[in-house]
């Protein structure tokens, strides 16, 4: 009978749909016949959340705070209650936690007092969406039941709908299956019987969760197609991408590659449009881990590098989620002893009048609440304490945590600059190699032609071609230590740094990472090209440097370069010639290394942060906020130097890094 009912539930949930848009047009046409405030604040707030919740939240937001601003101005306390309940509803949506808790704590009073059920439940359910995000299930789920038991004593069959969804997917988070098995059941149930279809497609999902983490795969998959099939799923990016990466899981749990990885790229194809970090990072993962599994060992990297920039990007969300969860359970236990202090105080007053009445009675009954308040207080003291411990253990975890995360971050950006400087050591190992094989294959000829002027007897020749043979093997020579200094510089970039400094030609290093940094941006867009040009004082005094942290620093340095002048170069006109300057002096008994670009520059706004860990200018994907930042430790931190930005907007910069002469 359910799978019945599943293929008659898209064009009821269409009725539903326009059912939704007919409240907003009546109200529109209700507004424009009589001009009402109050039907103003309505029309606004069906608005926000029929139409703009989950496509458009930055203009619901607007229309939110309109409404609440309209409502205080005529006194409408319904309207007030309604607007903060739907901006904190907003703001939850937008990822602002910190405002939504504050917003909803303010109307959960108002709701209570006005008696409007449906703003209350509302409520609860945010609170409960909250405590989900920052993965407090204990929490969600509290505050998921009130809003429950609110909704099904006031008979509100959306929100108990809504209730009963929000229940069962915390419970899925937490493998209780057959408790949320029974909790989508009961919402399922009820929409088809009071025909509220809205929600439908998250209970058809619901359902797939369940049949795949039970190993009925095949059966799961039907189930997330239905979902995707569903008119809200269409228009919305995040869940398209959700229901097709769930059913890339299953087609992988039935080693039908081929179906998995179509699927999956329907996913990551919506991640993209949604821009979810987190979505990208666990397609990527799948996607990886298939191209792997098929030896398509190309792919698979390609998605991998995607899944560590996405991953890297996910780093300081997480973690703040993690403060603001202490931050929050400190902010409401802090509110509770607000409202705490607020009782005591009105109860004071209440007993100061009741003293008017009789002297006696007056001391008595302060003597039995000063009792009892002294034990209410030493209590609470007792609880704060404990409390106030719990936290500090958890805020030494948390910076624990950071210490070893900021360790993995360290080595991972320098994996993605070894990934960086492949390409370009690919091409430019492959001409010393070239001249290695082609004067090997000359010297052969030579020995050819020697012995055969040594059968005829002629001496001279044969020692005219023996000398021809011993530039050869010279030249084999000069090209295979260039090759080796390539391998060499690949390896020791490699390896964990071990701190040890070596005297080093500041002029053959930049030369050597300015080709690398080329050739692999060449290596990622054929069609770029940039004129290098390099002024190395032929006395530069060598200096006692890491090699591989100074490699990276220059590394650093060179694709910036590289990537401003491409950027410049996609929006400036025909005569615009890209062009990479580096230059070595020595100035005061320091060794100045300069990098100059003609590329799009950096704006006075960010010059200051531009050090900073984790900030970056780059499109999300692109950078990880890390090269600089690490940069300048490098250089300020690890040898005593200083590096210093000069540039204009639109014109260029310029990367001065002084070395002090040990």
């Not at 069962?168 to 929409?191: G, H, M, P, V």
Request: proline letters at 2%; hydrophobic letters at 35%.
């Amino acid at each position: 009978m359910k799978k019945i009912l599943l293929v008659f539930s898209l064009s009821a949930l269409c009725l539903q749909l326009a059912s939704a848009q007919d409240d907003v047009d009546s109200l529109a046409k209700a507004y424009k016949k009589n001009k009402q405030d109050t039907t103003l604040v309505q029309l606004l707030g069906a608005k926000a959340i029929e139409r703009e919740l989950q496509t458009h939240p930055d203009s619901g937001l607007m229309h939110t705070r309109q409404a609440l601003a309209l409502s205080r101005r005529i006194h409408y306390k319904r309207g007030e209650a309604q607007s903060l309940a739907d901006m904190a509803n907003f703001l939850n949506e937008m990822g602002d936690l910190p405002g939504s808790l504050k917003v909803t704590f303010e109307v959960l009073p108002m709701a209570i007092g006005l008696k409007d059920y449906s703003i209350l439940a509302e409520c609860y359910n945010t609170l409960g969406l909250t405590y989900s995000t920052l993965k407090n299930s204990p929490r969600a789920l509290e505050y998921y039941r009130k809003g429950l038991a609110v909704s099904l004593q006031a008979h509100l069959d959306l929100q108990t709908v809504i209730a009963y969804n929000n229940t069962s997917r915390e419970l899925l988070d937490i493998n209780q299956l057959d408790s949320a098995l029974w909790y989508t059941d009961k919402a399922y149930t009820l929409s088809l019987q009071k025909h509220l279809y809205r929600d439908l497609a998250f209970l058809i999902r619901n359902f797939g969760i369940i049949q795949f983490k039970k190993g009925n795969y095949a059966r799961s998959i039907d189930f997330f197609r239905k979902s995707a099939a569903q008119k809200p799923t269409l228009l919305n990016h995040y869940l398209q991408g959700e229901d097709y990466r769930r059913m890339a899981l299953a087609y992988q749990k039935l080693n039908k590659l081929d179906s998995c990885i179509d699927c999956a790229k329907t996913a990551y194809q919506q991640a993209q449009l949604e821009h979810n970090p987190n979505q990208v990072m666990q397609i990527t993962s799948l996607l990886t881990d298939v191209y792997k599994a098929k030896n398509d060992y190309k792919q698979a990297y390609d998605y991998q590098q995607v899944m560590l920039k996405a991953q890297d990007s996910l780093f300081s969300q997480q973690k703040t989620l993690q403060v603001q969860n202490l931050t929050f359970s400190e902010q409401q236990r802090q509110d509770e002893l607000k409202a705490e202090a607020v009782a005591y105080q009105n109860k004071v007053r209440f007993y100061a009048l009741i003293g008017i009445l009789g002297v006696v009675v007056l001391v008595v009954l302060i003597l039995w609440y000063s009792n009892n308040a002294r034990k209410k207080a030493n209590r609470l003291l007792h609880e704060q304490k404990e409390e106030i411990a719990a936290q500090r253990d958890d805020l030494e975890q948390a910076y624990s945590d950071l210490k070893t995360t900021q360790t993995q971050l360290l080595q991972r950006e320098k994996m993605a600059s070894l990934g960086e400087l492949t390409a370009g050591i690919a091409h430019e190992i492959q001409n010393p190699l070239n001249f290695v094989n082609n004067f090997s294959e000359v010297s052969v000829e030579l020995l050819d032609e020697m012995d055969e002027e040594l059968d005829k007897g002629d001496i001279q020749e044969a020692k005219t071609i023996g000398a021809d043979l011993k530039q050869n093997l010279q030249k084999i020579q000069h090209h295979g230590k260039r090759a080796d200094f390539i391998v060499k510089g690949m390896l020791e970039h490699s390896r964990t740094n071990t701190g040890e400094r070596q005297l080093t030609d500041m002029n053959v290093l930049c030369d050597e990472f300015l080709k690398l940094s080329y050739h692999g941006l060449r290596a990622k867009d054929k069609t770029f090209n940039a004129e290098m040009s390099t002024h190395f004082d032929p006395k530069l005094p060598k200096v006692k440097v890491s090699q591989q942290d100074m490699g990276r620093v220059m590394l650093n340095l060179f694709n910036n370069a590289f990537y401003a002048v491409n950027q410049k170069m996609k929006t400036a006109g025909a005569d615009y010639k890209p062009q990479v300057t580096v230059t070595t002096a020595t100035e005061n008994g320091q060794v100045v290394i300069k990098v100059k670009d003609n590329g799009i520059g950096i704006p006075d706004s960010i010059k200051e942060k531009i050090m900073q860990p984790f900030f970056t200018t780059k499109p999300t994907g692109e950078g990880t906020g890390l090269g600089l930042s690490l940069t300048y430790d490098m250089v300020v931190k690890g040898h005593g130097g200083s590096i210093q930005v000069d540039s204009l907007e639109g014109e260029g910069s310029e990367f001065t890094i002084l070395l002090p002469v040990s």
